[in-house]
């Protein structure tokens, strides 16, 4: 049978192994074959150890074996041929063979039998024979590359470095390479069954990463898609990781391969790198470009929250001489001290930074007004002066400051530090050592606290302030039980001046401490006058600063002036408000007892307005409650005043404390205080605060002298 269509492989030489005895057959064989087209090599073989040689010696295409043999039979052939190559074709060719056999050499291996009557068949049987034997023997070279595949791929997904996983369409992993587990704290059988997103930062990203990835399409299987976010590991700890995943189809199911890397590292010196680009080195401070991104944040919160900001550009001045006689070390170690210094003069809200060189920039956020940022400048400039110890030497440096403001002066960063530094320069200008605001008006402003800093430094030399009285009525009797003497400065151009006035800049620059004294020492006398001239028990109210309440000397000064001036102690009494009591409750009250030990009363003024802790009013040995204006002003009509100053009267009361009604103007008021028991008013209704001349008539008019009239004279605070 000619085969046209023979597979490419029968096109060429078969090498055939023919166990056969007879020549005969040997020939019919042949001849069988090559009628079918083939072109045959062969060897015939007719024993065991003929076989046995031949199988070592090649790869034959095919076995042709006879049934019977003299020494020989065809089922050992083909167990013999079987061993040494299980997918070698072997035919069997027999004479006479019964079913039974044929079935069995099947059986056993033999891939086909021909009888020798029909040995037309054998050509077509050996070429489909060869044919399968080739398809199984590549199939089995396929398999075996699969298996050298697959523990290839198994060795790299374990050996990587990155943590790789395979998860299905609900994120549950199938597989975790041993860098996943480790990376997570787990062993990789445990992390089967475990639920991706479990082991990540949940949020709307992470979510919609994992949506996303199951819902595309199956065109777009394969491309993969990359999140970074934080996986969390077992001990809870926190990791930056990169993550890409792609998603695959097999056996029908929808899976997603994930890569997961720890970018720990990275992140660190990434942010190394960061703080390289944003801070200086030298000071740690936040340098220029951060400073720049800081202060338009600033600006846009200022935009909502409507609070001022300030930019304060801080050079300090004749820096460079220390660089060039000390040495730049030595340079260093003061920009390093200025820097701490410039930390101690602001606030941990404020911001602070180095320019370069020896300019500093600060940015003060939230501030109540510009008031504050010339405080600032003032602790700064202060604070830079203070002595350097370099070498064992002082030295000292002093600061140049220009102010900007938002919103007065502008509202883009770049314009702010402009001006703040152009201001900068005219301060260096006005010969260093002081601060310059950019905008005019603030620089007015300043220059008028200056001066009156100066006139109030002179005032005090000069004796230019004098007390009014205002008198303290009995509310059941009208009788006149003292006053309280309030300060006023009379100034010989601006004319008198309200406390309100001068009274905090007084605080703020300490003179407060020298006017205090000057008060308590005038107002002492002046009580003892009057009570020399026959107001008996007359007694005078002294406000307190808390800069004096802080002062240690305090309680001695005081001790002094009543015994300089004669005063019984208990005709004294100290007004003091809530707020320098509650700062250092423990401090203030060992002070308060001090002060009582010498007999003088103790009131609390404009209660009501602090903290009015009720725990701590019990805690200080106060005499006198003094209600703020405040709660008296809409009395009797609003509920709420009504109601406090009915509680304030009473809780008074039960804590044996006397009880003043400040700011009383009308007559309604007075009987609402009246009604309600309350002790001792104070107020326009009585009389408003007047020089001692005035309070010498009232006193008179009133009775209080008895019948000796008298009217204080002298110089100074008794005009
Ligand atoms: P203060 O101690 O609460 O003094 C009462 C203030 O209320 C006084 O204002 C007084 O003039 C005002 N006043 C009194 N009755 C009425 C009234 O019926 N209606 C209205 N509208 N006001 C009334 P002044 O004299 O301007 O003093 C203001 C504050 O200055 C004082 O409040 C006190 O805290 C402080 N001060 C005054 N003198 C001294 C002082 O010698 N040393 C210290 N450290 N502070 C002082
Ligand atoms: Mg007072
Ligand atoms: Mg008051």
Not at 82 to 109: C, H, N, Q, W, Y
Not at 506 to 518: F, N, Y
Not at 527 to 537: I, N, P, T
Not at 635 to 656: E, F, K, N, Y
């Amino acid at each position: 049978m000619h085969s046209p269509d023979l597979p490419q492989i029968m096109r060429s030489v078969i090498h055939l192994l023919l166990v056969e005895d007879s020549e005969d057959d040997e020939a019919l064989v042949l001849a069988a074959l090559r009628r079918s087209g083939l072109e045959i090599e062969h060897r015939r073989v007719w024993n065991r150890a003929m076989l046995a040689a031949a199988l070592e010696e090649k790869r034959w295409d095919a076995v042709i074996s006879d049934h019977n043999m003299p020494q020989f039979d065809g089922i050992e052939a083909l167990g013999m041929v079987k061993a040494s190559d299980p997918d070698m074709p072997f035919i069997l060719v027999s004479g006479a063979i019964g079913e039974e056999t044929a079935v069995s050499t099947m059986r056993s291996g033999a891939q086909d039998f021909v009888m020798k009557h029909s040995l037309g068949r054998l050509g077509p049987v050996l070429v489909l024979e060869i044919g399968e034997a080739e398809i199984r023997r590549s199939a089995q070279i396929a398999t075996q590359h699969l298996h050298v595949n697959e523990a290839l791929l198994t060795s790299i997904v374990n050996t990587a470095a990155d943590g790789i996983a395979v998860v299905d369409a609900g994120g549950s992993i199938e597989f975790a390479n041993e860098a996943l587990a480790r990376m997570l704290g787990y062993a990789p059988q445990e992390m089967g069954g475990v639920d991706i997103s479990q082991l990540l930062h949940q949020n709307a990203a992470t979510a919609s990463f994992w949506q996303d990835l199951f819902a595309a399409g199956p065109g777009s299987a394969g491309k993969p898609a990359d999140l970074y976010t934080h996986a969390r590991s077992r001990d809870g700890s926190v990791m930056p990781v990169e993550i890409r995943a792609s998603r695959m189809v097999a056996r029908g199911e929808s899976k997603a391969t994930v890569l997961v890397r720890d970018v720990s590292e990275r992140a660190r010196s990434e942010e190394r790198m960061w703080r390289l680009a944003h801070f200086d080195e030298l000071s740690g401070l936040p340098n220029r470009l951060l400073f720049r991104q800081l202060l338009e944040q600033a600006l846009r919160d200022a935009g909502r929250s409507k609070k001022p900001v300030a930019v304060l550009f801080i050079d300090l001045d004749r820096f460079k001489r220390i660089n060039d006689t000390l040495g730049h070390d030595a340079g260093d170690d003061v920009l390093r001290e200025v820097t701490e210094r410039l930390r101690s003069c602001l606030r941990d809200s404020d911001i602070i930074s180095r320019f370069g060189g020896d300019e500093f920039v600060a940015l003060l956020r939230d501030i109540d007004d510009a008031d504050a940022s010339r405080a600032a400048a003032k602790r700064i400039l202060t604070e830079v002066a203070e002595p350097y110890s370099l070498q064992g030497e002082d030295y000292h440096l002093s600061a140049s400051i220009g102010i900007s403001t938002f919103p007065g002066d502008s509202a883009d960063a770049a314009a702010l530090l402009r001006n703040a530094e152009l201001a900068m320069y005219r301060a260096k200008d006005q010969g260093k050592n002081n601060f310059q605001f950019h905008s005019p008006q603030m620089n007015a402003r300043s220059f008028e606290h200056v001066v009156l800093e100066r006139l109030l430094r002179r005032a005090v030399e000069l004796d230019e302030f004098l007390l009014h009285y205002q008198p303290q009525v009995e509310v059941m009797s009208g009788r006149v039980v003292g006053a309280e003497a309030l300060l006023r400065w009379n100034h010989p151009g601006m004319g008198m001046m309200q406390p309100g006035k001068f009274i905090p800049l007084a605080e703020e620059t300490g003179l407060i401490v020298p006017i205090g004294r000057i008060v308590l020492m005038h107002a002492c006398t002046q009580a003892k006058a009057w009570q020399d001239a026959g107001a008996r028990g007359f007694r005078i109210s002294v406000n307190l600063s808390p800069r004096q309440f802080v002062l240690t000397e305090l309680v001695a000064d005081v001790r002094n002036i009543l015994e300089d001036t004669g005063l019984p102690p208990d005709s004294l009494e100290l007004e003091i408000t809530e707020s320098m009591v509650m700062d250092n409750p423990e401090h203030a009250a060992a002070i308060l007892q001090e002060l009582r030990d010498l007999g003088l009363k103790l009131a609390i003024d404009d209660f009501g307005t602090g903290y009015s802790s009720l725990g701590y009013l019990k805690r200080f040995p106060v005499n006198t409650l003094k209600v703020d204006r405040s709660f008296i002003k809409d009395l009797p009509d609003d509920q709420d005043d009504a109601a406090i100053t009915h509680a304030v009267i009473a809780m008074g009361r039960s804590l044996r404390l006397s009880v003043v009604a400040e700011g009383v103007e009308t007559i309604e008021q007075a009987e609402f205080l009246r009604l309600h028991g309350c002790d001792l008013m104070q107020g326009f209704l009585l009389g408003r605060p007047m020089p001692a001349t005035d309070m010498a008539r009232y006193l008179e008019e009133r009775g209080s002298f008895g019948r000796q009239v008298l009217t204080c004279t002298g110089s100074g605070i008794l005009r």
